[in-house]
């Protein structure tokens, strides 16, 4: 007679055990191998179509393209379905002619495809433009021809806009001051070189060119934290390059064990967008009458959460915010918030979004400009892309021209306004507009007769290219602190550690190599343009830059001064955007 079996044996249990987890190895390799093979497949088939697309635009292009040419990804945006899945998978394609044989290849490498720095790349509602000087308008770029060039100081710049129509506009098509509710420039990944006067305990009235290289996508080719800072001789020179740490990833960076100050962001990035004029509100954009905050000696307005923030020519510089809401206003572009219990802040998916930002995927983000990435800035600006190298321009007024701006009725000072030199004596609206118009003591909006570079000296690179207010002006907050501490900000607790520069040592106002982070324009161009040159301390815990509009011959870009963080008059704040 025949046991009924109830279970298996432990011989039959372990022999069943074996054979699933051989099964599962094979269908694991089986699995992964078809995924890997899928994406290797993909990948050759994302390359085919943009080479097809290159191809196509030999044709359309033929005498542009007949002997050999480079084509930049983005312009066969109309060649390619689907465009935004593609995009950035490949900087350019690169078209090689032999005889009768033509080669179409795609290439990762900017040096392959005889590009220095890295395209900027647009976030949902950016508008690339480009300035017509005959109808004094912004137009439309044709991103198919040239709409930046870095070497002739014409940085890349974009909009966003109120009107959703512009968009999608054609090429070409001009587009009102009225419509435009922010302007951007780019600033590109690069490593720099300064090359003397670092750290001078002496006043230095013609600083020296520094060499910037671009650097390709995320490629990091400039030498560690550490050993850039040990590179820093007695005599105040570095033959050494360092890739600016505002492009960087800090769990990346070999920082100098014996400094504690640190800066940088959470992922290695190609590039980011700044504000080209101080933050503005638009006063037309409100719920409650809240919006005239900046003529009036009243931060309970300034701070209110119904503010409609602009960036744009001709208008009043908020002031009257403390840091806490002077970041987040600055969140408000992509619909940011911040957690006031956490710090964790969070951007939405906003189709409404009145910028067009963040309008199909929060993927943008939109800060508090931290002291780092004024530091990319300035060092851009006295570069061969910036000002310092712009031949218009010959000594001293290679030196940023100061916004001397100022409106004592109201207590306004207004963006993009320039002196006409490095440092003049304020006036009611500026003595020129960034346009190069001349202004007038009756009206904020200058409509005068043009006078070529005195309004565009006041810009990063002395073209109507480049980022203005950055001297002079308002004081302006930057995102840098010191050892955590909140003093006057307004905050209760501080945000994500990636959106601020921590500053630690030696408590005290002067600037040491010690405290400063590398890249952040205070330490290594120390007394430059004979600038203010104050650090954070105890005290005074947030560091300010620029200047105010009534310090004539000490303002600058590289002007660095401390603040308790508290909401005051001739102080303003400016705006990153990494997309």
């Not at 504000?275 to 309970?300: A, P, R």
Request: charged share 20%; with cysteine; hydrophobic share 30%.
């Amino acid at each position: 007679m025949k046991k009924n079996k109830k279970g298996f044996t432990l011989i039959e249990l372990l022999v069943t055990i074996s054979l699933i987890a051989v099964l599962a190895t094979i269908t694991t390799i089986s699995v992964n191998g078809i995924l890997n093979k899928s994406k290797s497949n993909a990948s050759k088939i994302e390359e085919s179509v943009v080479k097809s697309a290159g191809n196509e635009y030999i044709i359309d292009n033929y005498n542009e393209c007949k002997n050999g040419c480079v084509i930049p990804i983005d312009e066969l945006k109309d060649y390619i379905e689907n465009f935004d899945n593609v995009r950035d998978k490949f900087v350019c394609v690169k078209v090689e002619v032999t005889g009768n044989k033509k080669t179409v290849n795609t290439s990762k490498s900017l040096s392959d495809c005889g590009i220095k720095e890295n395209y900027p790349k647009l976030a949902d509602g950016m508008i690339p433009v480009i300035y017509n000087d005959t109808n004094d308008v912004w137009e439309v770029a044709d991103i198919s021809s040239k709409w930046y060039d870095y070497e002739n100081q014409w940085w890349a710049n974009a909009v966003t806009v109120s009107d959703a129509t512009y968009r999608t506009a054609e090429a070409g098509t001009p587009i009102p001051m009225d419509s435009i509710n922010t302007m951007w420039v780019w600033i590109p990944r690069f490593k720099y070189r300064i090359p003397n006067n670092i750290g001078s305990s002496s006043n230095v009235t013609e600083p020296p060119q520094i060499d910037v290289v671009f650097e390709s996508g995320v490629q990091t080719t400039g030498i560690s934290e550490k050993e850039y800072r040990n590179g820093i001789t007695s005599s105040g020179t570095n033959a050494n390059y360092y890739t600016h740490p505002a492009f960087r990833n800090i769990s990346n960076i070999e920082y100098d064990e014996s400094t504690t100050s640190r800066g940088a962001w959470d992922t290695e990035i190609t590039g980011f967008w700044v504000g080209k004029f101080e933050t503005s509100i638009d006063e037309s954009v409100t719920t409650d009458n809240s919006n005239t905050c900046y003529s009036k000696k009243d931060s309970t307005n300034c701070n209110n959460s119904n503010l409609t923030p602009i960036i744009k020519p001709d208008v009043a510089s908020l002031n009257y915010q403390n840091i806490s809401n002077q970041f987040l206003t600055s969140l408000k572009f992509a619909n940011g918030t911040m957690d006031t219990t956490t710090g964790e802040v969070t951007f939405i998916k906003n189709p409404n979004n009145i910028y067009g930002l963040n309008s199909k995927e929060a993927t943008t983000d939109t800060h508090m400009m931290k002291n780092t990435e004024w530091g990319a800035v300035a060092i851009l600006s006295q570069s061969q892309y910036g000002k310092s190298g712009n031949t218009s321009y010959t000594i001293p007024n290679k030196e940023i021209y100061n916004n001397n701006s100022y409106n004592s009725t109201n207590n306004e000072t207004y963006t993009g306004r320039s002196s006409g030199g490095p440092s003049e004596n304020s006036t009611t609206y500026g003595t020129y507009s960034y346009n190069d118009k001349i202004c007038t003591t009756t009206s904020p909006i200058c409509i005068g007769e043009e006078s070529k570079y005195a309004g565009t000296g006041a810009s990063t690179t002395g073209t109507i290219y480049g980022i203005y207010d950055m001297s002079g002006g308002l004081n302006e907050h930057t995102m840098g602190v010191w050892d955590n501490d909140k003093k006057s900000s307004g905050f209760s607790i501080l945000p994500e550690s990636k959106y601020y520069d921590l500053y630690r040592g030696t408590s005290s106002k002067s600037i040491s190599k010690e405290k400063s982070i590398m890249g952040d324009a205070t330490y290594e161009t120390k007394k430059w343009y004979s600038d203010v040159d104050y650090f954070v301390y105890t005290n005074s815990p947030w560091i300010n830059r620029g200047g105010y509009y009534s310090q004539n011959s000490i303002v600058g870009i590289i002007n660095s001064n401390s603040s308790s963080g508290k909401e005051l008059m001739n102080y303003s704040f400016r705006v990153t955007l990494i997309p």
